[in-house]
Structure formats: structure tokens, C-alpha cells
């Protein structure tokens, strides 16, 4: 579960979040929509505690990010906008790091590492060197490194870029298998038919704000179009954000 | 502490597998420094021995105006060889570089000798010439010596003593030690130590902030459920293992290329053997610390990777300075100088290997010290990590 409220963030003169209210639950995928410079990776990093907001709050199952950050970082896994991965390490090393990093037991780590391997669909490339990974493998050795501990949030800035249909659709099956296995996920992205396809609830974001909350149906409704881009578009333009 | 060891253990395979870290850490500072040095004391060290033992070959137009002075120099290791022809060709000559040196002896040389005016003696040489130079010298010190020679013999026809004309008899006592001239020789000796350790470190300084943030692997690392100064204190740690590593293997190649040295020839013994390269070690390696969290430090405020080189390779530089400072002014090592780190380090070799005896005050203000200026670098770095501005 996750809770925003009220959030405020500026860079200098530039208001990147500018009173962002909402909330993520278990059991349910919410995507975060929103042009680009929205405030979306604004957010999701004061979510995963890099950046300190302003003002308000924002929690992760009850915890402040701001107060515990630690406590707060324990209960998400991320996958940052553009993540990188350390070239000399193997993919299986990668994941075998951060999993000691989260604080795993050594005698769990390897099972969990292949169960993680296995489930992202990796083992073909996971004893290989990452130097030289295409974009989609370098995404899925950084989604399979953000779930190795088997977080109760996940937290994922942009993860289908760089990724081909086959390995989309995978995000999509592995993300609905997180829902099913009541987490709460919570990602951003501007593309449109993946939102519509994956998300249980919309958050639209423009120019800091957020313009729209609701499901897609509710969105389709609250702005009287069938298209969701259409909605989109009207959405984003009444907070001025176009 | 788990983190601590994660981190430091993923760095140090990590490294371990980078060609260009271990480049730099386990080949060029340890090996190719102490190899260059040596070779070029080797080299310096044979030109300058070899000039004494061989017969100087002196061109000299005119030795059958002088045949006594021919005599004289002849049975003083200098070769009389055939000279060009006049003044002019001998001119010519030591322009072109085919001679050093050309003496000129007039016809007068006789009837002014015998006339007690003073002889002339023409030396033509290119005092910008090094070489050249030397060969003046020796041909100088020769000319000098028949001159007094002369000199005395006619005092002596005079019924004079020719003590009369040494008023002051100057006696030169040189207390320098074997070791102690060896010191003034190697003193730089110390910088190329420190300098491999650096070199040893410096991939994983400027990896820890820039590398990681240019990567894009910084934002993932800083959200996991670990204090960033678990993640600083590992990677720092790690910079100090590889540092240390490049110390010990540049100690040790140096200990084998210094054999190959013939510093004994000139009369120095450098007291460098095994044992001396163990305390060495153990004198430098605190220092490992305070130059990777300097190391660190810089490289945190740069932008990219090749920017934090280019500032960390300035940081190559900043151990000299104490070094260059302390052998311009010669000052002696005191307490108070010990804690500065580099400049006691150097301190400390130096007497090493000039077989003094150990002060443990200082080698304990020493360590001390550059511990602590290590764990307030540290505690910097720490700070720094933690700001939000890391990640550029």
C-alpha cells in the first residue's frame, strides 16, 4: 500500500510535483500516466526515498518515507528510469548482489535468485557477463534484481522501454502475477495501450498535478469519450499541462 | 556490517575482473615505475662511473709547442689524439659535435714559459654541452695541476717554499654515510611508493560516485534498504585493498630491480632489504586511506567519469608537494611533521633507508595521524553520499 499526500517538490524555480495526492493498493496495479516532465519519475523517486520532498507525506504500508526511510525501502522493490547493471558481474550476480544488499539470508539467496531467474525467463543469458546486453535483457536482469526479495511494493519508473512485443507481453503476465499475489505495484509510463491493457487505476499527472484519478472506464467517463487517449489528452489539457 | 562486506566483496571481484583497473592497479604503478626509475639511475649511475675509470682523448693542436705539458697529461689517464689542423677547424669541429673539447697550444708557449710571462692555453669546448662540459673539467683540473706544479718548482729555484703560497689548508670531512648518500639518491623513492598506491585505488575512487551514477546503477543502489554509509564504507574499503596491493607488488619489484642497481660502485648501500621492505609497507599502507577517501571525495563532486579522472589524476600530484617542499628547505623529521600524511611517510622512509634508527613516536603520530585525517576524509565522503545532489 502505498500513500501520497499532498507532495511538493521543486528543482530551483522548476515545480517538478506540485500537490500530488494518491494512493496504491495491494492486490491492484495503479499506472501512472502522464506527458513527459509530468512529475511521474519526480514522485516514484521520493517514493524510493533518492530525493526528500518539500512538503507533505508520502508512505509505504503505513511507513514514512521521509522518517524511515530504511523501513521504507525494506518493503518496495524499484526499478528506476534507465537502471544500470555492473558489466563485469554475470546477470545471476547482479541479482545475487542486491538480494545480499536487501538484507537476505546467504542460504536462501541462491534459491531465490533462480526462482527469480526462472519466473523473468532469463536462465538462457543469467551466468553471462551483463557487457554487451540488449536493452531488453538489461530491463529484465533489473526487474528481476528489483523482485528477488519478494518486495510487498513495487515500484517501477518506465519499465517497458527498450522492451520488444515478446517481452512486453512477459512485463504484462509478471505484472499481473503480482497483483494476483496481492502486491501493490505502482508504475509510470506514457504509453497508452499498455496502461489501458495492465492498470486496475489511473493516475494522470500533468505539470505537476495530479488531473485525474479513477479507473479506465471512470476515466472514459469523467471525460465523456470512448477513446482513453481522447481522455487522456482532455484530461492532461484541463490542469494545463499541454 | 553485512552490507559493508557485500559491497566490498562485489567491488573487489568486480575490479578484479576490470582489465583497466587492474591495468593500472597491478601493472603500471607498481612495475613501471620502479622499473623507469631504476633504469634511469642504472644509466646515470654507469656514465658517471665509467667517465672516471677510462682515459679522457684530448684533440690538442700544438703539442710539439709543449712537449712537458703533453708529458704531464699523458701520464694523467688523457689520450693525446690528432686535432684539426688550426683554430678555425677546431672551432668547426666542436660545433659539429665531433670533438667535446680541443686544446690549442701557441707557439709562444715555450718563450713565454721561459720568459715567466704567463702561457696561454686555449680550450675550446660547448659549455651547454653536458658531456662536453665534463670533459672540460677534467682537462681543466689537469691544466690546473701542472700549473701548481710548475708554480712550485719555481718557488722552489727561488729558495721560497711553496707552502708559502697555501695560505689555508682546507679540509673537507664528509660524514655522510654510505646509506645517507643513498637517501638523497632514492628520497623521491617514497613518492613512487605512494604514487602506485594511489594508481591502485583510483578506478574504484572515481567508481564509487560518478562511474556508478554514469552507469545508471547509483539510483537502484541507493534505494535499497541499506545506509548509504555501509555502501561508502565498502566501496573505500575496497579502494584501500587495491591501493595496498599495488603498494606491496611496487615495493617488491623495486626491492628486485634495486639489484640490478650498482649503486654500491658509488660508494652507497642502500639499506633496502627485506625486512625493510616490510616495515616500508607497513609505514605506508595507512595512507591507503586517506587516498581513497580523498579519492572519493573529488570524484563525488564531478559530473561524469572522465571529469572525475581528469580531478582525481590531480590528486596523483598532492602527495608531492609535502615532498618537494621538505627536500627544497631540508628540513629534518620532527614530531610535528608527522602529522601530515604523505610528508611523514616520506620522512620515515628516508631515514629508513638511511639506516637510521627507527623513532617509534613518530612512526606512532604517523599512523595515528593519517588514520585519522583517513577517517575524517571518510566521514566526508559519508556526508556527502548522502545528499540528494549525488545523483547529478
Known sequence: MIEVTDLHKSFGDVKAVDGVSFAARDGRVTGLLGPNGAGKSTALRVLYTVLKPDSGTATIDGIDVVADSLGARRRIGTLPHGSGLYPHLTARENIAYYARLYGMDCDSIDAAVQTVIE??????????????????????????????HGPQNVILDEPSNGLDVMATRALRDLIRQLRFAGRCVLFSSHVMQEVAALCDEIVIIAAGKVALHDTPDGIRNAMGCEDLEEAFVKAVASVGGL | MIPIRAVFQKEVVDNFRDRRTLLSALLMGPLFGPILFASVIN????????????????????RENAPNLIAYLESHN???????????????????????????????????????????????????????????????????????????????????????????????????????????LLGMLSYFF???????????????????????????????????DY??????????????????????????????????????????????????FLLLAPFALVGA????????????????????????????????????????????????????????????????????????????????????????????????????
Open chain 2, 78 to 184: 688523457i689520450n693525446i689524439i690528432d686535432a684539426p689542423q688550426d683554430l678555425d677547424g677546431a672551432v668547426d669541429a666542436v660545433k659539429l659535435g665531433r670533438h667535446d673539447i680541443v686544446i690549442v697550444i701557441p707557439e709562444t708557449f715555450g718563450e713565454d714559459l721561459a720568459d715567466t710571462v704567463p702561457a696561454t692555453v686555449q680550450l675550446i669546448s660547448d659549455q651547454a654541452s653536458t658531456t662536453a662540459e665534463r670533459e672540460a673539467r677534467r682537462a681543466m683540473r689537469a691544466l690546473a695541476a701542472y700549473n701548481s706544479e710548475l708554480a712550485s718548482m719555481r718557488l722552489t729555484m727561488r729558495g721560497i717554499s711553496p707552502v708559502i703560497m697555501r695560505p689555508l689548508n682546507i679540509d673537507i670531512v664528509d660524514v655522510s654515510t654510505p646509506s645517507g648518500r643513498s637517501a638523497m
Open chain 2, 293 to 392: 577517501s580523498l579519492m572519493t571525495l573529488v570524484a563525488s563532486f564531478t559530473r561524469s567519469y572522465k571529469e572525475a579522472q581528469t580531478w582525481v589524476s590531480v590528486v596523483l600530484l598532492a602527495p608531492t608537494l609535502p615532498i618537494l617542499v621538505v627536500s627544497i628547505l631540508q628540513v629534518r623529521a620532527s614530531t610535528e611533521l608527522m602529522f601530515i600524511p604523505s610528508l611523514s611517510q616520506h620522512l620515515l622512509l628516508v631515514g629508513l633507508i638511511r639506516n637510521e634508527a627507527l623513532n617509534l613516536l613518530h612512526v606512532g603520530v604517523s599512523v595515528a595521524g593519517t588514520l585519522l585525517v583517513g577517517a575524517l576524509l571518510t566521514w566526508l565522503c559519508a556526508r556527502l553520499y548522502r545528499r540528494e545532489g549525488l545523483l547529478g
Open chain 2, 194 to 228: 605512494l604514487f602506485a598506491l594511489l594508481t591502485g585505488g583510483m578506478n574504484l575512487a572515481i567508481d564509487a560516485t560518478a562511474g556508478e551514477r554514469e552507469r545508471g546503477s547509483l539510483e537502484p543502489l541507493l534505494s535499497l534498504p541499506v545506509k548509504r
Open chain 2, 231 to 280: 555502501l561508502i564504507f565498502g566501496k573505500i574499503l575496497a579502494a584501500c585493498l587495491f591501493m595496498v596491493l599495488s603498494l606491496s607488488l611496487s615495493l617488491v619489484s623495486f626491492y628486485v630491480t634495486l639489484k640490478f642497481v650498482p649503486l654500491a660502485e658509488l660508494g652507497m648501500t642502500p639499506n633496502f632489504g627485506p625486512d625493510v621492505v616490510l616495515i616500508a
Open chain 2, 43 to 62: 644509466l646515470s649511475l654507469k656514465q658517471s662511473l665509467s667517465n672516471i675509470d677510462e682515459a679522457l682523448d684530448l684533440p690538442v693542436i700544438g
Open chain 1, 119 to 148: 519466473q523473468l525467463d532469463i536462465g538462457e543469458f543469467a551466468d553471462r557477463r551483463t557487457k554487451g546486453f540488449s536493452q531488453g535483457q538489461r530491463t529484465k536482469v533489473s526487474l528481476a534484481r528489483a523482485l528477488v
